[in-house]
């Protein structure tokens, strides 16, 4: 089975600082797809960054980075100069590829930028 | 382009009653997903299409909740005999491929019963 942990279930970061979003997974599928999600208050799902199981390197989309080790099933979020627009719940989430095409999702940790 | 849409964005059913939620993926995708996100909770897979055909409905909560994509395009998700734990938001995702790590999401709807 595939479990997505968020372990912070909010995280607090003065605005223009770094923050990072902890999440760690387990599945055994050796091929697999690691994703965060930005959800603002609006409800839809943003699409940030996006790490495969068998990428070398750490992906890196602007402001975000993921911290990817694989060893210990940790796929962080990184989110560099934060913004007040940032605040929002984030979700991890992982695709396997022989579980089938669905997404898991962690249960989310939410953001609150302080000016 | 267009993005994915739901209709409608809020819903309000008394127990009891049938409900139809409808989702407009992006044109030409391949991939259409539906998912249930509870108050304070990450979304939970319900339903799984390519094209018409619906190939993954493990996730569905019970023979309550029906979906369909007949052409392969729009799809609706009905859940019948609404009860209050159906409350939450339904997420519709599109994919342009039928094995692909891009999903596109809609704003959802969120169906409260009362």
């Known amino acids: 089975a595939q479990k997505i942990t968020q372990t912070q279930p909010g995280m607090f970061v003065q605005e223009k600082e770094a923050v990072t979003l902890d999440c760690t997974y387990d599945?055994?599928?050796?091929?697999?797809?690691l994703f965060w999600y930005k959800q603002p208050s609006s409800g839809e799902m943003i699409f940030l960054i996006y790490?495969?199981?068998?990428?070398?390197q750490n992906a890196t989309e602007g402001r975000y980075s993921l911290n990817f080790q694989k060893a210990r099933k940790s796929a962080n979020l990184v989110i560099s100069a934060s913004q007040l627009g940032d605040s929002a719940m984030y979700f991890c989430?992982?695709?396997?590829?022989?579980?089938?095409?669905?997404?898991?999702f962690g249960p989310g940790t939410r953001l609150s930028v302080l000016p | 382009g267009a993005g994915v849409s739901q209709s409608p964005r809020y819903k309000v059913a008394k127990r009891g009653q049938d409900v139809a939620l409808r989702c407009d993926p992006i044109?030409?995708?391949?991939?259409l997903f539906w998912y249930q996100q509870a108050l304070g909770q990450g979304p939970e897979f319900l339903t799984y299409?390519?094209?018409?055909?619906?190939?993954?409905k493990s996730g569905l909560p019970s023979d309550r909740f029906f979906a369909e994509r007949p052409e392969g395009s729009v799809s609706t998700l009905k859940i019948q005999r609404t009860q209050q734990e159906d409350s939450a938001v339904y997420l519709c995702?599109?994919?342009?491929?039928?094995?692909?790590?891009?999903?596109?999401f809609g704003p959802g709807t969120r169906l409260t019963v009362t």
């Open positions: 995702a599109s994919s342009p491929r039928d094995s692909s790590y891009e999903q596109y």
């Open positions: 599945t055994s599928d050796q091929s697999y797809g």
């Open positions: 790490q495969g199981s068998y990428d070398e």
């Open positions: 989430a992982m695709r396997a590829d022989n579980y089938g095409q669905n997404f898991v």
């Open positions: 044109s030409g995708h391949v991939s």
């Open positions: 299409f390519q094209n018409e055909a619906q190939l993954d």
